[in-house]
Nanobody, 121 residues
Framework: QVQLVESGGGLVQPGESLRLSCAAS????????MGWYRQAPGKQRELVAA???????NYLDSVKGRFTISRDNAKNTVYLQMNSLKPEDTAVYYC???????????????WGQGTLVTVSS
């Protein structure tokens, strides 16, 4: 069974920082692209940032220069460093892996359970 488990969400004030982590488990050989999505109340889920297994990244325009995605392939973990947070960043943040290779084969579009980030004064 492949799982993604997020951690690091919480309540912060505008301008503060948070670091999200997402660890994959389940006899994993490799993971293709990993990403962070978010969904605010009443809005569609959107891609915030993604990183390939080679380290190439892309970001939502509104977070460029404030958020940084990184990954540790040895730990099967992806991170999202969020600085200068704004109230409009408030959402549930979900970790995603588009393809995971395990002893049992490939798993496509694996999602974490989500972690809530609230930015409010």
């Amino acid at each position: 069974q492949v799982q993604l488990v997020e951690s690091g969400g919480g309540l912060v004030q505008p301008g503060e920082s948070l670091r999200l982590s997402c660890a994959a488990s389940g006899n994993i050989f490799s993971i293709n692209t990993m990403g962070w999505y978010r969904q605010a109340p009443g809005k569609q889920r959107e891609l915030v940032a993604a990183i390939t297994n080679g380290g190439s990244t892309n970001y939502l325009d509104s977070v460029k220069g404030r958020f940084t995605i990184s990954r540790d392939n040895a730990k099967n973990t992806v991170y999202l460093q969020m600085n200068s947070l704004k109230p409009e960043d408030t959402a549930v943040y979900y970790c995603n892996a588009d393809r995971i290779l395990t002893r049992r084969g490939w798993y496509d579009e694996v999602w974490g359970q989500g972690t809530l980030v609230t930015v409010s004064s």
